[in-house]
């Protein structure tokens, strides 16, 4: 699969250029909007969609399967700190996700460890991770998914 | 100068029918070159298609009142302000010519239709006009030239790699800056030389290659532009988003949300 650049929604800004790891999304010299040069090299990373602040890309799967209809498509807000995505199976079948956006910027927050307390054995052997629950912001413990919840064979 | 109506000064040497039919022919040079490129790129055909498909996800039937409402929104905003560029720079330099070009074409045509007579008093405002529109053209236009250029920053060209893209933000320039200098030149009062005629001479050429250029220039991004974001907007409002998740509601845990990262260019 690769990306794509919707026309009408790139305004030129770079955003993308400056953000894949490839290199492969170019500047075009004629309508100077963003296109990838090099469709066979995208690993679809997904780092230009999100990075794109007009959404204007998109990836585009396969011949043999994209004609039939799926749609995986993100928006990120900084200013909220989420990150939202919306995937349409081909089945018809939409499911929405929200997550925290968990990028920090360069050289920031690395926790300074040798400066902590050393942690007990009943920490270590804990199923939390460091800095867990504080660090999720949240009181009330990690989530579960309580095992009744489940049902039985395949479903969506 | 400021308040000199240049073609009033040109009418005494070219009639004033010769001046009007000039901005007629460039007003079609547009309109060819416009729908030339529509009917070649069929890009107004993918447009249509593209709603009509975002139609079938909509989740919402939006009321006359309702798309009233979103597109004068979108003109208010996104064309009027140019709000998908962010707050920057690149916005600045996009509002100053975009207004700059406004106010010199208007200008342009006003004082070529109304006051082109060797006779006609111009009223001040109309001069003031064109030269302020040219001004911010030339300001808006060089900044976008020669500091905002995204493949120039992106990329590592350098700043005189000229390719097709530049053809429209060139040809601006180079009309709003000979027709600055041409007026200046006839504000002098230098009989005859040849400078402020080489000057008129540059400031048709410029005109001519930026109105005739359309097919091969981003001119028509003036047009396009617009119509995108009404598009963008109404497939907002009435949920089909272009497939797009909707504005998350972020539970509290999420923290205060980041600030976006400037792009690094190199």
Request: hydrophobic share 40%; net charge positive.
């Amino acid at each position: 699969m690769s990306t794509f650049v919707y026309m009408t929604r790139c305004d030129g800004c770079g955003h993308c250029v400056d953000i894949c790891p490839s290199d492969i999304m170019h500047i075009d010299e004629t309508i100077r909007r963003a296109k990838n040069i090099e469709p066979n090299f995208c690993w679809e990373c997904y780092s230009c969609v999100k990075a794109c602040p007009n959404h204007a890309i998109d990836v585009r799967g396969y011949a043999d399967f994209a004609p039939m209809g799926h749609s995986v498509r993100v928006r990120r807000e900084e200013e909220k700190g989420t990150i939202s995505w919306k995937i349409k199976f081909r089945n018809g079948t939409v499911k929405d996700f929200v997550s925290p956006i968990t990028t920090k910027p360069w050289g920031k927050y690395i926790p300074k460890l040798a400066e902590k307390e050393k942690p007990s054995k009943e920490a270590l052997d804990s199923q939390l991770l460091y800095s867990e629950p504080k660090g999720l912001n949240i009181d009330t413990g990690l989530p579960e998914m309580k095992k009744e919840k489940f049902k039985q064979g395949v479903y969506y | 100068m400021f308040t000199t109506n240049p073609f009033s000064i040109l009418a005494e040497t070219v009639p004033p029918i010769a001046l009007q039919s000039f901005v007629i022919v460039m007003v079609a040079l547009v309109i060819i070159g416009t729908l030339v490129d529509i009917i070649h790129k069929k890009n107004v055909k993918y447009f249509f298609e593209n709603a009509k498909k975002a139609k079938l996800s909509a989740i919402k039937t939006l009321s006359t009142g309702e798309k009233i409402s979103v597109i004068s929104k979108t003109i208010v905003s996104d064309i009027a302000t140019t709000s998908e560029l962010g707050a920057g720079k690149r916005r600045m330099a996009h509002l100053l010519g975009m207004y700059g070009t406004i106010l010199f074409w208007i200008g342009s045509v006003i004082m070529i239709f109304c006051y082109s007579t060797p006779s006609s008093d111009t009223p001040n405002v109309w001069p003031i006009i064109w030269h302020v529109g040219a001004i911010m053209t030339v300001l808006g236009g060089s900044w976008f030239w020669f500091f905002l250029r995204v493949d120039v920053y992106s990329e590592a060209q350098p700043w005189y790699r000229i390719i097709k893209a530049d053809l429209f933000v060139l040809a601006l320039l180079a009309s709003a800056l000979f027709g600055l200098i041409w007026s200046f030149l006839q504000s002098l009062n230098l009989n005859n030389r040849w400078d402020d005629k080489l000057f008129l001479i540059l400031f048709i050429i410029s005109n001519i290659v930026l109105f005739g250029g359309v097919y091969w220039s981003k001119f028509a991004h003036m047009l396009y532009k617009p119509g995108a974001a009404i598009q963008k907007n109404l497939a907002e409002a009435d949920g089909s988003r272009d497939n797009l998740p909707p504005p998350a509601d972020a539970p509290k845990q999420y923290g205060l949300g980041i600030d976006r990262e400037k792009a690094k260019h190199y």
